[in-house]
């Protein structure tokens, strides 16, 4: 049963600390995705990989968050500093070829930065 | 501000009942998707429909794209307990190079036997 996997699941941690969040895609998908969930903007695309390239990161906050891909198992996304307002669900979705194809999302995790 | 409107925000209905949660946007979008998210997990996805007017049918679950390629509705027929979840919509925009998507707030939806 393929799955995307994310750790960790929860982290707490103090404004200013280095966050950095790990995805696992389906095997054999070249397409990743990192969303962030909140209340109050729903799900957010934050950056777009296609056979480990970034393509799109156009939604990320670009002087403290960065996104990559060291191998086609394992994608990162890091928070330096992280701030009260990046408490979220940080979601990986990983696909086949495009994005108009299914992506798969991982379970999440849940970031409180205090 | 959302692209895309999901309404109503929130649904409470009885087992049986039968129920339907609109998107509505004022731009055209190549292709539209329909995810269920349950607590604690990430969306999956349930339709996509690409053609203006088109019908899908899942089982107690219909899926409608408007004519205008703009819009979307989703209908459940005889709503059961394990239709409870988080419904968001997905639109596919025709001016990115790329088809990205971008999501709506949702509408949560509550069965109660």
């Known amino acids: 049963d393929a799955r995307v996997t994310q750790t960790p699941r929860h982290k707490v941690t103090e404004m200013g600390q280095e966050v950095t969040m790990r995805c696992q895609p389906i095997?054999?998908?070249?397409?990743v995705f990192w969303y962030r969930q909140t209340m109050m903007q729903g799900l957010e695309l934050l950056a777009y990989?296609?056979?480990?390239?970034?393509?799109?990161d156009s939604g990320m906050p670009k002087d403290r968050f960065s996104a990559e891909m060291p191998d086609a198992t394992l994608a990162t996304l890091k928070i330096q500093p992280s701030e009260p307002r990046d408490s979220a669900v940080y979601f990986c979705a990983s696909g086949r070829d495009s994005p108009m194809d299914e992506q798969f999302f991982g379970p999440g995790t849940r970031l409180t930065v205090l | 501000t959302q692209l895309l409107e999901q309404s109503p925000q929130f649904l409470s209905i009885q087992e049986g009942e039968n129920l339907t949660v609109y998107c509505n946007s004022s731009s055209v979008f190549s292709s539209l998707q329909w995810y269920r998210q349950e607590p604690g997990e990430g969306p999956v996805l349930l339709v996509t429909?690409?053609?203006?007017?088109e019908v899908k049918k899942l089982k107690r679950l219909t899926f409608q794209f408007g004519d205008a390629r703009k819009d979307s509705s989703l209908h459940i027929t005889a709503a059961q307990p394990g239709d409870t979840g988080l419904y968001l919509c997905?639109?596919?925009?025709?001016?990115?190079?790329?088809?990205?998507?971008?999501f709506g707030a949702g509408t949560q939806v509550v069965v109660t036997p």
């Open positions: 997905a639109g596919a925009s025709l001016t990115d190079s790329w088809g990205k998507f971008q």
């Open positions: 990989f296609r056979n480990r390239a970034p393509l799109d």
């Open positions: 095997l054999g998908h070249n397409t």
């Open positions: 429909v690409v053609t203006g007017g």
